[in-house]
């Protein structure tokens, strides 16, 4: 069976293109989110606690948008979503630019942009879905992949360099990369859903329906499970180097250096994926990330910060390829009814992992040698690596071509 090449689909670049505009308007105003605070306030504390606010719709609203996304129609529920993200943070420029921009005002726009880009996110999964044929989805997501790799690269150097410009302009501009977003969803063609009857089961039913079936899939089950687990590793490693590299006494450039080299070589795997995906199958790939741990060995031997920052970058150049992989099998084994919710369920259940990392890297090394901290987490990864490597449902996973049907790749007729 053949496909339009990506570059070729003309949803799917729009889609692109929309979103690239979109996630680096995002992450320029994410970054003067707290430098407004400090300016404003002085304060660290309530700038923690605007990045509180930041997070907290993921947690409150996922479930509630992944079941929205699911009974209304998801291209003018995205277009909503940007319509109160651009509102919120355009009345945030406004309110910097006549000075009246008050630490509660700050708190409130973020928790309002932050919870309407949770909805988005609920409409884009099947939006992605739509206008990609299965087949096609690691090619896709890796793109996607480079995308968010690039964006956390150039965005919070230039946030920061137009907040030293002007207060207001960081919020300015993600007012109109909104603007941007919803001009590319007007502009595709294809439906973001297949047709659908009205559910009449009670809305309790169906918001715990994502969670249900992803409880029946032993694939999905197990590699939620697996990933939840790489990110708690990932957050606490990514603390210990920080840490560590101030007890070494290096500067806050050479840590923005640390972290910069992780998002370059998480980058590199983007961009790599398509020729791996010529020599290893989708399975070898999907564990990938896991095995990759093996890259902290050498930190056993030389507990360097230098070498735990290398293993790091080693092993994130692995995060986008088995992100694709198992992007493509979710797609692949979730009917569209449910993506949305199935899709909310997971990012739930695999971001309640995420602040539990570095907790447990501050209190192991407060209490224990950084070898003994960075054993923990490098074990807690293998140990995903083992559980996926010998578990029947990804190792009988059907290759993803045989899951490709007509009705699955609605994209292709586009």
């Known amino acids: 069976m053949s496909f339009v090449p990506l570059r070729r689909n003309r949803d799917f670049m729009l889609l692109q293109s929309g979103q690239l505009l979109s996630t ?5 105003s994410n970054l003067a989110y707290p430098l407004l605070v400090l300016a404003v306030t002085g304060s660290a504390a309530k700038a923690g606690y605007v990045g509180a606010a930041q997070f907290t719709p993921l947690l409150v609203f996922n479930l509630v948008a992944g079941l929205v996304a699911d009974r209304v129609d998801r291209r003018r529920l995205m277009i909503a979503s940007d319509v109160a993200g651009a509102a919120a943070v355009g009345t945030l420029g406004a309110l910097v630019l006549t000075h009246n921009a008050s630490f ?8 309002v942009d932050a919870t309407a880009a949770v909805f988005f996110r609920a409409g884009q ?3 992605f879905r739509a206008v990609v044929p299965l087949a096609q989805l690691p090619a896709a997501a890796s793109l996607s992949q480079a995308r968010g790799a690039s964006v956390l690269l ?3 150097p230039v ?4 907040f030293g410009l002007a207060r207001a302009l960081p919020f300015v501009a993600d007012a109109v990369s909104y603007v941007f977003s919803s001009a590319s969803l007007l502009l595709m063609r294809t439906r973001f859903q297949e047709e659908r009857e009205r559910d009449p089961a009670p809305v309790r039913r169906q918001l715990t329906e994502g969670l249900a079936f992803l409880s029946r899939v032993p694939f999905l089950r197990t590699t939620m499970l697996m990933i939840a687990a790489s990110n708690f590793s990932t957050t606490g490693v990514q603390l210990a180097v920080i840490v560590l590299a101030k007890r070494h006494g290096l500067s806050s450039a050479s840590i923005g250096g640390f972290v910069a080299l992780v998002g370059v070589t998480t980058l590199l795997g983007s961009l790599v994926s398509p020729i791996l995906r010529r020599f290893f ?3 070898t790939i999907l564990l990938s990330e896991f095995w990759a741990a093996l890259a902290f060995i050498p930190f056993f031997i030389w507990p360097s910060v230098y070498v735990l920052a290398a293993a790091f970058a080693a092993q994130a150049f692995w995060f986008p390829n088995t992100d694709s992989a198992v992007t493509a099998y979710w797609y692949a084994l979730t009917p569209d009814r449910l993506v949305g919710r199935v899709m909310s369920v997971s990012s739930t259940l695999r971001v309640l992992a995420v602040p539990l990392g570095p907790v447990a890297a501050g209190l192991l090394l407060t209490s224990a040698s950084p070898r003994a901290t960075i054993a923990v987490f490098t074990g807690w990864t293998l140990a995903a690596a083992v559980v996926g490597t010998f578990s029947s449902s990804i190792r009988s996973a059907p290759r993803l071509e045989d899951l490709v049907t007509p009705a699955a790749s609605p994209a292709e007729a586009g």
């Not at 680096?24 to 320029?28: D, K, Y």
């Open 125 to 127: 999964s099947g939006a």
């Open 24 to 28: 680096f308007g995002s992450s320029i």
């Open 104 to 111: 509660w005002a700050i708190l409130a726009i973020a928790f």
């Open 281 to 283: 199958s989708l399975h």
């Open 154 to 156: 150039l965005g919070p």
């Open 159 to 162: 946030g920061g360099a137009l």
